[in-house]
């Protein structure tokens, strides 16, 4: 069964950090694009960063400077590394794949995760 697990969410404040995992089981992650996405109380989810097959990445606007996305295709884990979070960054945070390169469509992605909750309160 192909199925992507997150970790890492918590509360913390605002400034702090997190580093959020997404590990695959059931299939090899080298092959995928994979997607995180977030989704805040009464938004719409949100595209937050990607990472393709061969490590090209992108970000959102309100993230480009603060979060980082890199993966281990040894460990079958893509992370999240969030810095100088905002409360604007409160969200459920999922992640997803595609085959090989990312896409700006959230239709264009498979297999989610449950999320993972992050909150920047003080």
């Known amino acids: 069964q192909l199925q992507l697990v997150e970790s890492g969410g918590g509360l913390v404040q605002p400034g702090g950090s997190l580093r959020l995992s997404c590990t695959a089981s059931?299939?090899?992650?080298?092959?995928?694009?994979i997607g995180w996405f977030r989704q805040a109380p009464g938004k719409e989810r949100e595209g937050v960063s990607c990472?393709?097959?061969?490590?090209?990445?992108n970000y959102t606007d309100s993230v480009k400077g603060r979060f980082t996305i890199s993966r281990d295709d040894a460990k079958n884990t893509v992370y999240l590394q969030m810095n100088s979070l905002k409360p604007d960054d409160t969200a459920v945070y999922y992640c997803?794949?595609?085959?090989?390169?990312?896409?700006?469509?959230?239709?264009?992605?498979?297999?989610w995760g449950q999320g993972t909750q992050v909150t920047i309160s003080s």
């Open positions: 059931g299939f090899s992650l080298h092959y995928s694009a």
């Open positions: 997803a794949r595609r085959n090989y390169i990312c896409s700006g469509y959230d239709g264009d992605f498979e297999s």
């Open positions: 990472i393709s097959r061969t490590r090209s990445t």
